[in-house]
């Protein structure tokens, strides 16, 4: 039994595997480092970092639906000081790829988070959020308007040499469009999806279970979905695609690389199982061995329709 | 501070209330390192329905074996409940802050509503172990006996009075008070959020530290998805209910 | 104990009670018939209709997902002549409200076929499916295109007196203007959602678990998606909303109409339990006396956000 | 024709061969409507995972109780094994159309494939009430007796030898082909396609009529999803394997 090559590239962006952290779901390493060797896995995203502080959403930010979970956390985070002053110098040391997740709510702000951080060394990579559902001004107006999304791409390209991912929102019509766009404009990747929109009431209250009203929705429930926005950027547009949405399993992961994804990210699986990744890339690569593929890429897009 | 997730062995789930349920697992990684007030994050089915882990305060720790204590209130603890003895289970744990005690404390009074009474007895058997008195309180509805000695000396209220003082527990407190001591005294308290108010106003008045063990619905259950915010007291910040709880001294949290 | 009024009305069309079964998990009602009494629920919506009989896609047509199933039906349908002569007369026969639903590739065909079906008395109401994704023609295009279904609608609006009813497609960015669109046009009401795209692969085959590659996810998965729709149209759009995703339980049925639906349909959950309906009706109903509620329309929309 | 929805309770859910369980439940309803090659849509789960109904043909009828074999492939079933006796299930029935046994019939040729043997003791037990003679084959990987005594009098054939003729069930056939009657013959056959096929081919050289009972993925099981086609093989239409089937001339379809 020969070794497979697991090690993909997103850009110029190498990675021992293609199994990701997704925004959100692992905070900044820390606490999910307690469970699981963050050395194994190819990438963490760091949650969504704004130029200034957040605090979020007040209560209730979560509910759970069938197979899937709402979220309105409203990109709660400590802000791009405290996230280099006390998060990075952590990353810094446990030897792990970092891809720091932006989300801003104004073109100004995306550049000049990116400026301010494109030289920390510790950060390989910059994936754009400018799919969260959740905040007004920086989600859904963005992430659901092609030409936003096309500037906010060109505004970045010239700051950095860093890999550039741009993270796409699924509450579109037509998501090869803005693959093609952000293309156009340099970008070296994209990730799809983020969450759906979605919301739930009680109905004795008549109130949303979410404060916010709405919320993204994740998780299992969404993984069809996810499935058929990486197969149509995949057909489409020639740009690698890293795809998340429900991953659960490494079956799940294979699914999706299938599909036409070069990389994978895990959301809410890490709440669930927070060795849930170490568990995909060993699947990967047992599946791999068996089915007599040496390198990982040979999967990437190789479904017979 | 380290976080396992165990598949474990199920000793014991039974009725041992009208509404209470009582789960022991052999779970030797989590019992060498839990202490009172921490929870555990408990995957009550293997086919992803429901999706998430439910959230349960330890109740019992001996030797290798940690229990919880239990009400059916939803899908997930109705499929916990049916799990049969022999049967594994995945617990993650031990997640959160639990209680704190003082070095000069020397009366503990513990305070539970419903099933809030859960992570009590094994408070209590650590309080007892240094020595410390304990006097614990239990409101319900009505009553409807533990069958289970983790639950012996215990003052009762019921809201109709079925059983011990008719009323609610922090009342019940109150209508003993005179005769509590009051030198070096602490509260600990676990219930519904109402119950949680109103023993915030009496210690508060009687100027006696409390802490309070509080609920929120989770994720992730150890500080990844910032699902679980309750309002900090001295702040316009939110504190995370699994990572910087459950336990929080009554006068950091705005319930 | 005073009766709970569970009638609703949607444009000139009047429905004893607000529950109908969702076009596509019925057929034309003579299979159901033998497990659910129809003269109960509100009405029975027709398997889409098309001018020309539709064999449709071959197998595999479906695949469960969590919480969900993908299905690419595509359309199979007797057609417009022998749903005539062979399906109305047993749907004259069975005493419930029949709404029929009509999918076509072109504009005249949605023409021609309500011209052709107007004049049938046993049919209350016509719902034009404009968002089915299975049939390249007859779906996506129209059904994610603004102007196509504004068109198709103000062509059909002057051939019939008979509400009309617009299915919408949830594969959108913005669905309340769809909503507005239709209103505009002089649509009766609005049915949100139709299924969302979504795909499924065997990793061992690379194929996609569907023949169609894509097919529409449907199901308690979906449902937060739905409500979500619902919500959105409610809030912005002063159009009768019909509810339909996911609905698998009065309590269910109850959260979309606090969402602003005036009636719901029940699809998947008919082939789980084909007396969801009956269910769902009892439900509403002791919810209703519970909740002091007189009428079920003061429920309608009833939501505090 | 009608048809029911009833909770039902098990009586009986045990391992009868390595890979075949024996499903018996109280359904009085089905029992009294229900024929040979007819099936039964059973939901595994009250939790609604997996979502979907899972069908099962109907191995066994005795007054008011029905059988089923089932092998474990998947969640659905593994949940389905999990069921406790005393517990009741939601079994939906009798379902589509079953074998036909024609006037003249004398001698019947029952073929089954792995767990393609499910439908065959019931159709076998109408055939011999009728007086007619019937041979059962059955073929599997490799032997692993039932224990089951549904099973009686069986040829078998396993794909190593293990127990009686060595290759599939249609070889073994084809082996003893001599020493059948030729005259008003018919056969039934259940199991994975390719051996469908290989029937389908041997019986029509041989000119002998045969009814085989296909397999499709379900969504409703009745009529109502169309999400289970199959090929006509008169016109270009489609069949529905609920529907239609599951039991279909073997000339009807194409495999
Ligand atoms: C730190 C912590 C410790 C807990 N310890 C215990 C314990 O020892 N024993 C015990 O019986 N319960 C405990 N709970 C509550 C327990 O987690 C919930 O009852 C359980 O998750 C309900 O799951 P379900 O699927 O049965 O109900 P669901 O169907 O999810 O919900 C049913 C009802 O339970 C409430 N609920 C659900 N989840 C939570 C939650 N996370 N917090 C508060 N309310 C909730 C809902 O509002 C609803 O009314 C604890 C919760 C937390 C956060
Ligand atoms: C009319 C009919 C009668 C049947 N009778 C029996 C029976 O008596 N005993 C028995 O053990 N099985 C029978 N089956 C097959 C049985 O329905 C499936 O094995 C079962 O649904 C699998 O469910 P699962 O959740 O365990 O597997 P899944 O996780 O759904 O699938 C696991 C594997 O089973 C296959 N499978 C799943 N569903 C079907 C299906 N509907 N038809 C064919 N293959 C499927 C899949 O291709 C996959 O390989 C019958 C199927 C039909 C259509
Ligand atoms: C609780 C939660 C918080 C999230 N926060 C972010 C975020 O800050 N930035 C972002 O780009 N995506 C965020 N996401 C989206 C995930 O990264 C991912 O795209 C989505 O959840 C789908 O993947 P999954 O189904 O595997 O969870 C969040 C998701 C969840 C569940
Ligand atoms: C098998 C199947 C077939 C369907 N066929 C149609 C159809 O012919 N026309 C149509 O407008 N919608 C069709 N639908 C969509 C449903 O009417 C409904 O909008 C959708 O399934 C969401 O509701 P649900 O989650 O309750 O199933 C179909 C759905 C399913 C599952
Ligand atoms: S539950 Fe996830 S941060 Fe608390
Ligand atoms: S399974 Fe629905 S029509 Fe056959």
Redesign the pocket.
Known sequence: MSDVNLSVKIGSLELKNPVML????VGYGEEISRIVDLTQVGAIIT??ISLEPRKGNPPERIWETSSG?L?A?G?ANIGLKRFVDEKIPFLEKINTTVIC?I?ASSFDEYAECVKSLKDIETIKAFEI?VS?PNVKDGGLLFGNDINAVREITSLLRPITDKPLII?LSPNTASIKDFAQAVKEEGADAVSA???LVGTAFNIYTRKPRIKNITG?L??PA?KPVALAKVLEISRDVDIPVIG????SSWEDAAEFIIAGASAV?????NFVNPKISEEVIEGLRSYCTAMNISDINDLVASYTL | MSVCIDNCEVIENSQVAENIYFLKTVAPNIAREVYPGQFCNILVSDYGTPLLRRPFSVAFREKNIIGFLYDIVGMGTELLSKVDVGEKISIEGPLGNGFNIDGSLEVALLLGGGIGIAPLPFLREKLQKRGINTLTFWGSKTSGKLNLSLFDNIYFATDDGSEGFQGNVVESVGNLWSSISHANLKAYACGPTPMLIAAQNFFQEKNVPLEISVESRM?CGFGI?Q?CPIKSADSDEYKLVCKDGPVFNSKEVVL
Do not use: D, R
Request: with cysteine; net charge positive; aromatic share 0%.
């Open positions: 997704a925004s959100g779901t949650k969504s979970m979220n956390i990109l997740n989300a959020n969260c993270k999806i983020n969450t993204g994740s998780g969404i998340v949405g429900g991953i990210q895990i959301g809410t699986a | 994720a998805c699902g």
